[in-house]
């Protein structure tokens, strides 16, 4: 059985730079949305939670997780953010198709990382199956949106 871990998702609000007068771009992808939006939520309340404003905050869709490092890339290029977060969430099959996701996924963020001048954060879960992304996205570990958002906030904020 898993062992809660809260403190996953909690952060100390003094210590967390001001957002207010930042923009973010958020892509989500479609693919398992009870996960994304889970994701996604713990991300607004964590962004709003230090600042940052609604019109602020733009949310694109992209069908699944492959497509995070286009809609990120054109999010980037396109909408004038200081830092875009990128959610999906993969969970294991049957077939190989798990393991070409995560690994496009996470080696396309990377190189946009390398690329851009916008830092891409990667919040994608990659998990065993639907109960360890539950636990992760608002669940008993807490929730990687919301780490997501304050790794936004200080990768914006970075050497200021
Ligand atoms: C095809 C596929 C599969 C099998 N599983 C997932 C998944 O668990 N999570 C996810 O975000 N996307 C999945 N996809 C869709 C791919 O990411 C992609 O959208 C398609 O291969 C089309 O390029």
Redesign the pocket.
């Known amino acids: 059985m898993a062992t809660a871990n809260k403190n996953l998702s909690v952060y100390d609000k003094n210590t967390i730079p001001d957002a207010s007068k930042f923009r973010f771009g958020i892509v989500v992808?479609e693919?398992?949305p009870v996960i994304t939006e889970g994701l996604y939520n713990g991300a607004i309340e964590a962004l709003s939670d230090c600042g940052a404003k609604a019109e602020n905050i733009i949310r694109w869709n992209v069908?699944?997780?492959?497509?995070l490092t286009y809609g990120c890339k054109k999010m980037a290029k396109t909408q004038e953010v200081d830092a875009v977060i990128a959610i999906?969430?993969?969970?294991q099959?049957e077939?190989k198709?798990?393991d070409f996701?995560c690994s496009a996924?996470a080696q396309g963020i990377k190189d946009l990382n390398v690329q851009l001048d916008v830092p891409v954060i990667f919040c994608v879960l990659t998990d065993n199956n639907m109960q360890q992304s539950l636990e992760r996205s608002g669940g008993i570990h807490g929730n990687k949106g919301t780490e997501a958002a304050i790794a936004a906030i200080k990768m914006v904020t970075l050497g200021a």
């Open positions: 992808a693919w398992n069908p699944g997780s492959f497509e999906g969430s993969v969970i099959g077939t198709h798990f996701v996924t």
